[in-house]
């Protein structure tokens, strides 16, 4: 099987290390680092919800994306408080909001807010699909924090249903790779972003054709691909979590 420029197999993850409660003051943090992307994911936790779900008796999951200037070898802009977050911004942090919350039971939360913030201090390729797979990892420690504090009942049914997590795949000149950094990921015929329950249930796949249009049978080939990753990347959650 074919290496690349660092030495993987097709088929094989970047070096992926999850370091849990990275911060101090978050309910659950993390920061992750797959090869040179690396991440910090915190969990705060807020005794409020949306406006449309006051009084339902719900909770809600949501999540910010941000990267430092400095994250990329150019130095990108920053995106002030004050201003709009741009497209690509909004869009991964809705991704990673619809993630978490596709496998937590919001009505055992109560009527509170957990708030993930991840911030990418390294980009690499992947930043998106790292932002979750750690995100994943921070709120569990934030709701293990408030079973701990007696906020929710301690044993019986976690909020949380199940573990998930994200990775990218794409085809690099006709050969299907796992876990693409920035440089194949540039180069990419088609590239993917797949989000995917340890029950193998898929909750987004962002299948693009970069250079040339790929056949259903491609696309399947990269869903198995992204399916093993995301295995792997869970075994991990499941180290980081002690669970």
């Known amino acids: 099987m074919a290496n690349r420029e660092d030495g993987r197999a097709v088929d094989q993850l970047r070096l992926v290390k999850i370091?849990?409660?990275?911060?101090?003051?978050?309910?659950?943090?993390?920061l992750i680092e797959c090869g040179g992307t690396r991440v910090i994911c915190a969990a705060s936790v807020e005794d409020r919800v949306p406006g449309f779900l006051v009084g339902s008796g719900k909770g809600w999951v949501t999540a910010e994306?941000?990267?430092?200037?400095?994250?990329?070898?150019?130095?990108?802009?920053?995106?002030?408080?004050?201003s709009k977050p741009q497209g690509r911004t909004m869009e991964i942090q809705r991704l990673i909001g619809r993630s978490l919350r596709a496998i937590v039971n919001l009505n055992s939360l109560g009527e509170r807010t957990i708030a993930i913030d991840?911030?990418?201090?390294?980009?690499?390729?992947?930043?998106r699909t790292a932002s979750i797979t750690g995100a994943v990892v921070a709120l569990g420690l934030a709701i293990r924090k408030l079973q701990g504090q007696g906020v929710l009942p301690k044993g019986g049914v976690s909020?949380?249903?199940?573990?998930?997590?994200?990775?990218s795949v794409g085809s690099v000149?006709?050969?299907p790779m796992l876990d693409l950094n920035y440089?194949?990921?540039s180069q990419a015929d088609a590239d993917c972003n797949v989000?995917?329950?340890?029950?193998?249930?898929?909750?987004?796949?962002?299948a693009t054709a970069e250079r040339k249009p790929f056949s259903r049978d491609e696309l399947n080939t990269l869903l198995?691909?992204?399916?093993?990753?995301?295995?792997?990347?869970?075994r991990l959650q499941r180290e980081a979590l002690d669970v």
């Open 224 to 234: 198995n691909l992204a399916g093993s990753g995301i295995n792997e990347l869970i």
């Open 159 to 167: 909020p949380m249903k199940q573990l998930l997590a994200a990775v």
């Open 19 to 30: 370091t849990p409660n990275f911060q101090l003051f978050p309910a659950g943090s993390v």
């Open 65 to 82: 994306y941000s990267m430092l200037p400095s994250s990329t070898p150019t130095r990108s802009q920053r995106e002030t408080s004050g």
């Open 195 to 206: 989000v995917m329950t340890e029950a193998g249930w898929l909750v987004e796949v962002q």
């Open 118 to 127: 991840c911030d990418v201090i390294e980009a690499d390729g992947g930043t």
């Open 173 to 175: 000149n006709g050969t």
């Open 183 to 185: 440089g194949e990921d």
